[in-house]
């Protein structure tokens, strides 16, 4: 194998795929990153098993010449390094090739590595993928989408289905559910026939793939293709494919959690109301749960209020815009309702209760496509 | 106790003496920021044994009010929590009270903090430093000074004074000096005699405190005061004062370590031969002891090159800018030498060996107030 490529095009391919690189893996060849080259352009792949990426260097792309292939072939070469080397380079064009028994030579102005590389047959296969099955969505929406929901996944282990994302196909709409047990985020998007919406699926794909995608995912309205398989998800993007298995097991029916009804419907500013909560939270983070209080006071104010004996208290006044129905007083923890309000855009939201010990349901912008639920704390 | 004040000028003041706040101590009241104001401003003061620091906030200061003091007093607050308090206010204008039993009201706008205080009593008092033994540097020439030695203290323990930096002062200049046993640095700042260059020292400053005192200087000209007493150093600058204690033993003479004579004399650009160092040693970092080998080509060109047998190897050809003297083949730390680079400002530096074994020695531009030295590393 021998290809000259552009440093910038190499260095994006390579930061794409590192996501997907094992650290810790009993398998050492997926500490590396394989490299593939013929003439169609240059293909990097890495996994850990649980996530495979791909990312793709066209040889050319709209007139522009990314990498020219002298020669075709394989390698994998120790992810950490190449990346490193690379990245440290300091001309614009790099030429990599691989001598006899996988050494492989990059080379650059005056400078010349010599990685002592593995063979690219004993790689791992990845799983095929059959076409059939695909929907499509826009990468920004895809991105919002992940971000609006993935931060509530349970990061304990005791009930491994709660570390996933839940999502439902059916009827032209996905819904994407995830839920630790203190508090949920559900988040609603319409399909369209033409890009698959009739299909029906159930399936729950790890809190971590998602994480990891949403970092390599830009924010563009280029469609991404996604394929279920029985235990795959593929998104398919421009140049870039990325792989994940999904959970095995039933995701508990969270759609009666939450309450249909209210008694108490209080409209507040989003960013006045964080930063009230975040200054709460300051004394509560002492204590171990985090717990702080919200109480209306009249129909135009907000208490928000913390009390931590050994440290000390905080009172704060907000507005309310707006307040229908019975006084509340309520306990909950101020991380959570944090993560709730970073996750929700808008400038105004909306909190649903319905009693002091009841879930209770936050919108921003009476924007229905994201329902937040959360526990209240029992304080006495 | 009671005073309104900025937000900001109360910010950067906590900030600037968060650094000395005892994390570890088995004093708790050392965990706290003490406030103190009078009718000149307000002082805060933290400690941890080790360094000392002050900050006040003149409550008039160039026709600004910078504070208003209605009841003067005293009053120790909880480090972290009065810091993050202070810090996520909403309001330019803070105001903060004393009540009954040291309990403290913070207010701003709509919100009102209640803190358990201590008594101000009860903070142990900071060493009395006569004002006799004074000189002066500007702040920008003592930070220099500071981050072109304070880099190459010993990390270890084994030899509790290579910790710190020596500072000689004799004969209108101040020599620092500070090595680890592999490498040193040497700065020479000429005083003159209205400055104090005509007293004499010779002493050992922990490079810890050096560390954070150069973080809290501003790089303008104004003058800092350096006052030594036996065991303690207080640099006073505008609204600040910051004080020390020294490191007790005696530091090793270390000018006959520098060699006078030399057998090769190579003169490189700075940032290229940065990049070179710093490519080589990626690869030399999987061996535990980062060394790689600079050879000399021919008059124009040096060789940087590493090898670790199961990685790799790199080569790389870079300019010389002059070279005299013999050929010379020789192993060093990278890591050290690119600390070495960093210290040193200049786009040109010299290297000056004197064989394979010797240690050697790095200026840069001409500039001899800068002295390097590193030892070589054998490798067979």
Same mark, same amino acid.
């Not at 649980?50 to 390698?75: M, V």
């Not at 190449?82 to 030429?95: A, G, M, N, Q, T």
């Given at each position: ?32 990153? *394989? ?13 850990? %098993?649980?996530?495979? #990426? ?27 390094? $190449? ?18 028994? $996988? ?9 010349? &590595? ?100 949403? *970092? ?18 593929? $998104?398919?993007? *421009? ?11 039933? &995701? ?10 209210? *008694? ?8 006045? =109301? ?17 717990? #702080?209080? $919200? %109480? ?10 913390? =009390? ?21 007083? #309520? ?50």
């Amino acid at each position: 194998m021998k290809f000259f490529t552009q440093k910038d095009r190499l260095t994006a391919a390579i930061q794409d795929v590192l996501k997907a690189v094992a650290t810790r893996t009993t398998i050492p060849i997926l500490t590396g990153i *394989k490299i593939e080259a013929d003439k169609a352009g240059i293909k990097l792949t890495a996994s850990d %098993s649980d996530i495979s #990426i791909e990312s793709f260097i066209p040889a050319e792309e709209e007139d522009k010449e990314n990498a020219e292939i002298i020669e075709p072939g394989a390698i994998v070469l120790p992810a950490r390094f $190449f990346s490193e080397i690379v990245r440290k380079l300091p001309e614009s064009v790099i030429d990599l090739e691989v001598v006899d028994h $996988f050494k492989t030579i990059i080379r650059s102005g005056n400078i010349e &590595y010599n990685l002592n590389g593995l063979d690219a047959e004993e790689y791992p296969r990845l799983p095929k993928i059959s076409e059939d099955g695909a929907f499509t969505l826009p990468a920004d929406l895809l991105k919002t989408l992940i971000r609006q929901t993935v931060f509530a996944v349970s990061t304990s282990e005791t009930r491994p289905i709660l570390t996933g994302v839940n999502w439902k196909i059916e009827n032209n709409q996905l819904t994407a559910v995830a839920t630790d047990s203190h508090r949920l985020a559900m988040k609603k998007v319409p399909l369209n026939s033409s890009s698959g919406g009739d299909k029906v699926y159930n399936i729950v794909i790890p809190g971590k793939s998602l994480n990891e995608l949403v *970092k390599i995912l830009d924010d563009s309205r280029d469609q991404v293709e996604i394929v279920i398989t029985g235990n795959h998800i593929l $998104f398919k993007a *421009k140049n870039m494919l990325f792989l994940s298995r999904l959970l095995e097991g039933n &995701y508990p029916d969270t759609s009666r959690l939450i309450p249909t009804d209210s *008694k108490t419907v209080v409209k507040l500013d989003a960013k006045e =109301y964080y930063g009230a909560v975040d200054r709460a939270s300051l004394l509560a983070r002492e204590a171990k749960n985090n717990v #702080i209080k $919200f %109480s209306t006071v009249d129909q135009n104010t907000v208490e928000i209020s913390s =009390y931590t004996p050994e440290v000390g208290k905080v009172v704060e006044k907000i507005r309310s815009l707006s307040m229908e129905g019975e006084d509340i007083k #309520i306990s909950f923890n101020a991380l959570y309702m944090m993560d709730a309000l970073r996750a929700a855009d808008g400038t105004e939201l909306t909190i649903y209760f319905t009693g002091a010990m009841r879930p209770f349901v936050i919108k921003t912008d009476d924007d229905d496509s994201l329902v937040q639920l959360l526990l209240p704390v029992r304080t006495f």
